[in-house]
């Protein structure tokens, strides 16, 4: 079995996985050659972060914020992508340049939740650059 195999849909097409090396926490895409479309619809880069919060904080609540000191285009959309525990999360604009990552309901702990914040770059609507952060969230089984 060759490597990547195992990975292999029944279209023949293989998903793009972004791997990190242990104990890292941004990885980014190395450049794609200009006929490789699914290497240019995978994300430039895909950072991790880790929070640590109280049992039944109160919401809505920025957790997290991302943004971009400079764009490549003319503006940034930034989205939640999908996932098990996206009903406790939201995602509105702070500033041209700025979102924020919301709690938008409080969660009992013990529990461990994730978001996907995407952040693109847009030039004249057309998508430019796609960076992904990873959002885990460590709700403690205490409200203290």
Known sequence: MRSGDANRQPSGVRPRALLCPLAHRRCER????????????????????????????????????????????????FGL??????????????????????????????ATLEAELETVELEKRAPLARYIAKVTLFVSPYDF
């Open 30 to 77: 190395n450049p794609c050659r200009l006929d490789d479309g699914a290497c240019a619809q995978a994300p430039n880069s895909v950072s991790f972060h880790y929070l640590a919060v109280t049992s039944n904080l109160s919401a809505p609540r920025v957790l997290f914020r991302v943004s971009a000191t400079r764009t490549l285009g003319d503006s940034l959309r």
């Open 81 to 110: 992508l999908g996932g098990r525990w996206r009903r406790h999360f939201g995602v509105r604009r702070a500033d041209r340049n700025t979102g924020q990552l919301l709690l938008v309901s409080p969660v009992r702990g013990p």
